[in-house]
């Protein structure tokens, strides 16, 4: 089992950056495929980027990619996720989420795929 705990979020105005961190508990953090979910008022959660056991293989939605980058560093268990050039429309809470799996070269981009979720930071990108 594995615990995730995000942090990072805040308030940036549209066009700047900011990093999101989600570090995980357990010892087989690199036997889990991570991904980034947002969920905005009034709407659904959705996908918003994935990475594989190694972070060598990363699948973005198309409303972040060349904008958000994930990535983790195993030694630390934990996931990040680079905004750059964020829009209003990025305004959500943020959810990191884990999926064991045995498969390294897995990512997964589906909410119901995931077996953990932290419990989500707010990003607030003012115009």
């Known amino acids: 089992q594995v615990q995730l705990v995000e942090s990072g979020g805040g308030l940036v105005q549209a066009g700047g950056s900011l990093r999101l961190s989600c570090a995980a508990s357990?010892?087989?953090?690199?036997?889990?495929?991570m991904g980034w979910f947002r969920q905005a008022p009034g709407k659904e959660r959705e996908f918003v980027a994935a990475a594989s056991w190694s972070g060598e293989r990363t699948y973005y939605a198309d409303s972040v990619k060349g904008r958000f980058t994930i990535s983790r560093d195993n030694a630390k268990n934990t996931v990040y996720l680079q905004m750059n050039r964020l829009e209003p429309v990025d305004t959500a809470v943020y959810y990191c989420?884990?999926?064991?799996?045995?498969?390294?070269?897995?990512?997964?981009?589906?909410?119901?795929?995931?077996?953990?979720w932290g419990q989500g930071t707010q990003v607030t990108v003012s115009s």
């Open positions: 357990g010892r087989t953090f690199s036997s889990y495929a």
């Open positions: 989420a884990a999926r064991l799996t045995t498969n390294y070269r897995a990512y997964y981009t589906g909410i119901g795929e995931y077996n953990y």
